[in-house]
C-alpha cells in the first residue's frame, strides 16, 4: 500500500514498531523516522542537520528537504515530504545518485572543517541546489500508486 500523507508524531524515542503513514519526530535526537512511503516496509531514518536534512513544522505537518531517495533499498523509492504530503518524484540515473552522493560528502567535510576551526559554516550553494531527476511519468506515479 502506497503512503500518500505522513502524519507527525513528535516523540522522545522511536517506537519498536513504526506504523505506516507516521512520521515519528525525535528532537532531542534531530532525527525522523518512517516507513517507506512505497509500502515495501523499510525503515527511513533522516537526520536533521545542515548537511543532512532540514524539517519545518507549521503546527500540522511536516516537510523534509532535500527529497528522500531509498537507493539502498531494493524499492529504489524517491519522494519529498512537502506539507505532509508524499510528493513522489521520477527515478534516477545511478550517475546522478552518485552525484548526489558526492555532493553530500564534500558538503560534509567543508561542514566539519569549519566547525573544527570555530568558523560559522556557509554551505556553497551546490549543497542546497537539488540533483533534479527527470520528471515522473504518468505510468511511474501509477506503479508508485499502487506500490509496484
Not at 38 to 62: A, L, R, Y
Request: glycine share 6%; with cysteine; net charge positive.
Amino acid at each position: 500500500m502506497t503512503i500518500r500523507r505522513l502524519t507527525p508524531q513528535f516523540v522522545e524515542q522511536f517506537p519498536e514498531r513504526l506504523e505506516p503513514g507516521e512520521l515519528y519526530l525525535a528532537m532531542e535526537f534531530a532525527t525522523a523516522v518512517h516507513l517507506c512511503a512505497c509500502g515495501c516496509g523499510n525503515k527511513v531514518i533522516t537526520p536533521f542537520s545542515p548537511t543532512d536534512w532540514q524539517m519545518s513544522f507549521d503546527g500540522e505537518t511536516v516537510s523534509l528537504k532535500p527529497s528522500i531517495g531509498n537507493w539502498s533499498f531494493r524499492c529504489r523509492s524517491h519522494y519529498w515530504v512537502r506539507s505532509g504530503r508524499v510528493v513522489w518524484a521520477g527515478d534516477m540515473s545511478q550517475e546522478a545518485i552518485n552525484a548526489v552522493r558526492n555532493r553530500d560528502i564534500r558538503a560534509k567535510a567543508l561542514h566539519q572543517a569549519a566547525r573544527a576551526q570555530g568558523e560559522n559554516v556557509d554551505l556553497p550553494e551546490w549543497k542546497d541546489a537539488q540533483v533534479q531527476p527527470k520528471p515522473a511519468t504518468w505510468l511511474e506515479r501509477l506503479k508508485g500508486r499502487l506500490g509496484l
